[in-house]
Structure formats: structure tokens, C-alpha cells
């Protein structure tokens, strides 16, 4: 047990001072960028009207506030004045710079991007975003669903009847309508890694200063803050540039590829990416080095031969077939353009799956994920594993380390790709990091004439130690820094 400390203090009973830090000097070189955080804010609602689907918790249309609440890089906490519902990009810009002790520094006015829809499908419906920051002087666009498991009061498992699949959307309200908007904010003058920021509709108390407009039926309010691959760093993990290789990506069906290499640059890029895996005694060719798989990709950092300062580049996942370096994610190039060259760095790191026997599910924009042994669940229990990834172990999951290859732990950095299709992988890959990793109770709510009351197990003997497993069905939970952008 210990003291929760004021930003700038730690130790047992918060006296001591934390030295202050920046980015790591050796992220400033000539050519790698230093990526700066982007993050999008969406406040929506399941209504079918912008002007009349918010309300300031006092039942008034559109006239609700909200406030965006941010971490500086050594955690103090900061929130803006309120800012109306539908603002435009000058008031929320207005209220981030009015920040005291100049934590958000003059913003140009490119470094806010808002969109909005009206009444769109929940579930079908695509948002899309031009960015007004131009990157090496086009316009990114970036295009997302937001599939959210409340609008359709449905909670399953993974693939089955109790499934997290989209089953539920054939047993929901497929007239469940969106409206709201989306800002996208550049932190540019603010570099370096910092605690991914939120959104505050509690401005009065407890009273609510935006919710839904509660006219309309079943109406809820979400806000959900996220950033698609553009998170800022204090540290460059992928440090080292491959001198003499430039490359452009090539999407063909469902596969992304890197092309427009000379065998010169092939060669090159090989002893580059050097092993994939913790044993170097395994590699291959004179280039001494692994052609990556599933279970040991090889990950790349890509940057823009012509890249502005704080651009960042992205990230890719990939292995060697033989003939093509393929792309676990189908990464595009930030500006839109297909024929942009990219320079190459790779990193010492090691990316490693953790295990093919789990599968995480979560919702968009989410900071908790939910792993589960789908095949566990399918065959009515052939398998003893449930899931956990933790790398805590007693008695009751000691098991794991059958089926778990690289466990996780609390600071660990990690991320989600789906190895056998590629295409379900997002563009744009996030580094997140382990903020908690735990096993909730299993429970269930059980109506009687006396209402509802939840019950957890194993509770009593009414559950026997054979179905204790069954009972751990997602309640393996891994909450992270940053939310998900898919």
C-alpha cells in the first residue's frame, strides 16, 4: 500500500521529487522524425438528430458542454474551460491554449480537424476525416466505423452463441442511428509521450453537462478518445536507419507488400532486419538473418523519404515469403498518395505473439480487452486453458504455461494483429502498453419477485471444480495506456 502521489512526487509517502525528463536526445537525429500525438475526440450519440440529440443534463437541446481533460508529459493533470457541444475548431483550440503556464502552446489552426453525421447506420455507417494538417502536402484521410456493443443492448462471447461475434447485430435494433462529432487534434508542440487524453461531461458535479437528448427512445451519449497510429514517444524504439533502401507499399486483393527494391536494396534490407526471434543461431543466407512468421514477425518503422518534422512515419508488421516482404497490416502512406517512398528503420526489439491458443476481443475506442480461449468455448471444453495471458501464476493457472508462449506483465508494450488475415488488421499499428492485467469473478444476474442479484462463482457447491474453468470465460482483462483504433 502507498500513497497516491501529486504529479512530480513519488516514494511511500510522496515526499521525494522525480527528477524532470524529456525525449531521449538521441530521437533528434537528421533523418528519422520525432512522431508527435494525434488524437481523435468523438462525442456521439444513438439519436437521429445533431440539434435536438444533446441536451446539458437539465432536459435544454443543444445546449450541453463538455471539457477536454490533459496529462502533461510528467502526469499533471490540466482540464479546459467548457466547451459547447458542436464547437467549432477555433473554440476548442481557444480553450487547450487558455491552459495555464503556456502546457499547450499557440496552435495553429490546421491542428484541428472536425467532422460530423446525422442519423447514420450504427452499424454500417463509415466517418470520414480529411485531416487539415497536410502531410508532405496532401491531406491524410483516414475512414472508420464505430461498431459499439451498447447501441445494440447485446453482450456474446467469442464465436458462439455466447459470442462477442456480430451475431448480435442480427438480434439488435438495426434502426439504431449515430449523430455527433469527431475532432482530430495535433499535439505538435507538444512532444514526447503523455497520458492519452479524455473527455469530462461532469462539469457540474455529478450532474451530467451533455447527455442525450432524452426525447428520443432509448437515447445514450459516448465519448471516446483514440489516436490512429500517431502516439507521441519519448523514446525511438527503431533506431536504426537502413542506410541505402528506400521503398514504396504495394496493395494487391488482401495482401500489402513492399516493392520497387533493386536486388542491391533486397540484400540490404535482409541484413537490416537481421533475427526475428531470440536465437540468433537459427538464422538464414549470408544476410544472417530470419525471414519473420507469424510468430515472430519482423517490425519496421516506415518514414516518408520527404518527411516533415514530427511526422513520425508508421509502423508495419512483416515477414518474407520467399519472393515479397509482406505486411501483417495493411499500411498506407499517411499522405494518401500510393507511389510515396519510404526510408526504412528497424529496431533490436523483438516482436513476439503471445500465444495462438487466445484471441482478445474489444470494442473501438476501447482501453480493456477481454482474452478468451476461443477454442475452449467451441468444443465444450477439450481444452483446460482459459485464456490468461498474466504472467501471475498459482495454483489455479498454472496450466498456462503450456499454452502461453510470452506472457505479459504490467509496463509491457505490445499490440494486436490477426496473422491469418491480414486485412481485419488496422492501417495504422498502435504500441500499447500494460497499464493493469487481472481475472475478474465470473458472476450472473439472477431475476427473482425480489429483482436482481448478482451471484459469483464459484460461490458455493452449486458449482463443482470441473465447470470452474468454464466459469473463467472472459474474465481475463488487459487494460492498456491508449485505446484502439479498430
Sequence with gaps: MGCEC????????????????????LYYDDTSTVKTAVYDFAIVSNSTSLTTGFQDGRKVANTGTWAIVFYDMHGQKWQTPPIEAGASCTTVLEALESLPNNVIPSMDSTYCTRISNTGVDAATATWSITDNVDYDRHARVDTFKLPLWFVYKKFHGLGGTNSFSYNYITDGDLSDTLSGWIYRIHFKNN?????????????DGPRPTLAAQLTETNSELFTRVWTNGQQGENVDYFADHCDGVTVTLTTSGSNTYLTDLSTTEIKLLKSCLGGSDFDDTNNVDLENWDHGDE??????????????????????????????FYLYNPAKSLTGVSTDVFEVYTTKGVLARTTKNAAASFEFASQRFVTANISYERSGGSYSYSGDLSCEVTDRNSINSNYVDYCLNKSDIFTFIDPVTPSYNPSYINLYTVKKIYTERYYEDLKDQHGTVRRYFPADSAFSSANDMFNKFGTHIIESDLSTNW
Excluded at 512532444?191 to 462539469?203: C, K, S, T, W, Y
Aim: proline residues 8%.
Design 295 to 324: 510468430q515472430y514477425p519482423h517490425l519496421i518503422k516506415l518514414v516518408l523519404t520527404t518527411a516533415a518534422s514530427t511526422d513520425g512515419g508508421i509502423y508495419a508488421a512483416l515477414y518474407y515469403s520467399g519472393s515479397n
Design 6 to 25: 501529486d504529479a512530480g512526487f513519488t516514494g511511500p509517502d510522496c515526499s521525494e521529487r522525480l527528477c524532470k525528463y524529456e525525449i531521449d536526445p
Design 191 to 203: 512532444p514526447g509521450a503523455f497520458r492519452q487524453p479524455e473527455i469530462n461531461v461532469h462539469l
